[in-house]
């Protein structure tokens, strides 16, 4: 499991800005390995349904992961005849390879990828995709096991994914439905820093990535689908159970032992709306003050509730402890999430064991009192008891809003002002075959590269065509582009170029037809 240690956090979500031509907001990515009969009539509805329903700039990147047949001159092909396709060679077998590949290189906003054989209903697409969009969530999943999801499958894959989802939330806690469904998005500054983190180049690349954006707080949007089972599917199951079953292992190790640096996966303080400015409430140090004071005031009830119970059955210094230690944790647990903002798991035992050490402090402090109220009298009331330990309790409080204010919970957001806000990534793939027609790319999460000729991961060897011409705004009049067969487009990761007024594209919402798609009936 990767350990980078890099700094940085998320940017706050913000919705994406329609009408940029110049970069594609969408990219859809197909893994294939040996798909050489499905990949073109695939590759055409989705391209077909993309044109009539999706009110934003896209395109397709066809991820070949080494095939041997004749896959890589029909996705070359179909890149050469239609402007939005883009094919990437890679000469290493695995999805989570193909998807960390096209997806760390990717300049668009979202990325997304479906499998080949369009299993899921295309209808799910835009629903999937909307919600990153608009900045609402981090991450989009289909679901077949929603209760509303109409799925057609035997009953032996119906049995395998439930069972195997039911494994991911007794050992992972996770709290997504379906983690092998292949039609899944990711906005792209998620994935930049994201990505890094998983290991797995296989069939597992899809839960780790989930599991470990669940415990970082990520927003995961779901999404219930329609779909059918492919008869012809080459996936090896047992293989690709066991494959997942040793994943599962691995990832829950590096959870348990805390290797894994998910804070930097956190949103920054006020993107939650929970968090934005309500008017007469306090910010800073006085919030903060405020809250502490409120779980505060909450935790010293329930510490009196339970040393009342306690002692009933045991002498004062055993209720005093077993209440504090008990209140201690609700205390340490509230104060995490409501006055000091943490959100999501990461780091949680690490504040525990903190939480209970200042809770040494308190029972340190109370045990003391109690020792000093009992030297003064041998027999003191139980109404004396109480007033004792509240002042106490009283002095422990400031004690230990201090201690989780400067050591506990430190405010890091200064600190993360001062640091940079990209990730890149410490893992590199490795070297390429000798056989293999390019370098091999390496997984940067920074800004995309453009994909000239002759850069390090070139999507075609081509010269590059400009974009900038007066011919590729016929998108807008409902007309493909011309564009020379085996020439390839350049796709620059700064801004979008500037047009002139006459030539610039307007890329105006497309409704969808109310007939229905011709391919999408079952």
Request: charged content about 20%; aromatic content about 6%.
């Amino acid at each position: 499991m990767r350990t980078d240690s890099s700094s940085g956090t998320l940017p706050a979500r913000e919705h994406l800005p329609a009408g940029d031509a110049g970069t594609p907001v969408l990219d859809v990515v197909i893994p294939v390995y040996n798909e050489e009969k499905d990949l073109e009539p695939c590759v055409r509805r989705l391209h077909d349904h993309l044109k009539r329903t999706f009110p934003y700039a896209f395109r397709i990147t066809v991820a070949d992961n080494a095939s041997t047949d004749a896959t890589p001159a029909v996705a070359a092909r179909l890149e050469a005849e239609i402007p939005e396709v883009s094919h990437f060679r890679l000469e290493q077998k695995g999805r989570g390879r193909a998807l960390r590949t096209v997806w760390s290189a990717s300049e668009a906003p979202i990325l997304a990828y479906m499998d080949v054989d369009l299993s899921t209903d295309l209808n799910a697409l835009l629903p999937l995709v909307a919600p990153l969009i608009s900045g609402h969530s981090d991450l989009a999943i289909g679901s077949r096991l929603a209760r509303s999801s109409r799925v057609v499958r035997g009953p032996k894959r119906e049995f395998i994914s439930r069972a195997y989802n039911l494994i991911l939330r007794g050992s992972l806690q996770a709290r997504f439905s379906d983690a092998q469904c292949g039609f899944k998005a990711i906005r792209r500054d998620v994935a930049q820093v994201l990505l890094p983190l998983v290991e797995d180049t296989g069939w597992f690349f899809d839960t780790e990535m989930l599991v470990l954006a669940e415990r970082a707080g990520l927003r995961i949007h779901e999404v219930p689908v329609d779909w059918v089972d492919d008869p012809d599917s080459t996936v090896h199951i047992v293989k690709t159970a066991t494959e997942d079953l040793k994943g599962v292992w691995r990832v829950g190790k590096a959870l348990a032992s805390g290797s894994l640096s998910l804070d930097r996966l956190a949103r920054p303080f006020g993107d939650d709306p929970r968090d934005r400015d309500i008017q007469d409430v306090p910010k800073g140090l006085a919030r903060q003050l405020v809250g502490f004071c409120v779980v505060g005031g909450l935790s010293t009830l329930f510490y009196l509730l339970l040393y009342s119970v306690f002692r009933q059955f045991s002498g004062s210094q055993v209720a005093n402890a077993l209440a504090l230690l008990v209140s201690a944790v609700a205390n340490t647990a509230a104060n995490r999430r409501l006055t000091f903002g943490v959100r999501g798991r990461g780091g949680a035992v690490r504040h525990q064991a903190q939480g209970l050490v200042v809770f040494g402090i308190g029972l340190a402090l109370t045990s003391g009192s109690l020792a000093a109220l009992s030297a003064a009298s041998s027999d003191p009331a139980h109404s004396t008891e109480l007033a004792v330990l509240i002042a106490a309790n009283l002095a422990a409080t400031v004690l230990r809003f201090l201690l989780f204010r400067a050591w506990v919970f430190p405010d890091r957001r200064d600190a993360a002002d001062d640091r940079p806000s990209t990730v890149v990534a410490s893992h590199t793939p490795a070297p390429a075959p000798a056989h293999a027609t390019h370098p091999a790319p390496t997984y940067a999460t920074g800004p995309a590269p453009s994909y000239a000729t002759g850069s390090a991961t070139p999507y075609a060897t081509a010269p590059a065509p400009t974009w900038a011409t007066g011919t590729d705004a016929s998108r807008a009049t409902g007309t493909d582009s011309p564009r020379a067969t085996g020439t390839h487009p350049t796709y620059a990761a700064g801004p979008a170029p500037a047009y002139p007024a006459a030539q610039a594209p307007r890329y105006a919402p497309v409704r969808p037809h109310d007939s229905t798609e011709p391919g999408d009936e079952r």
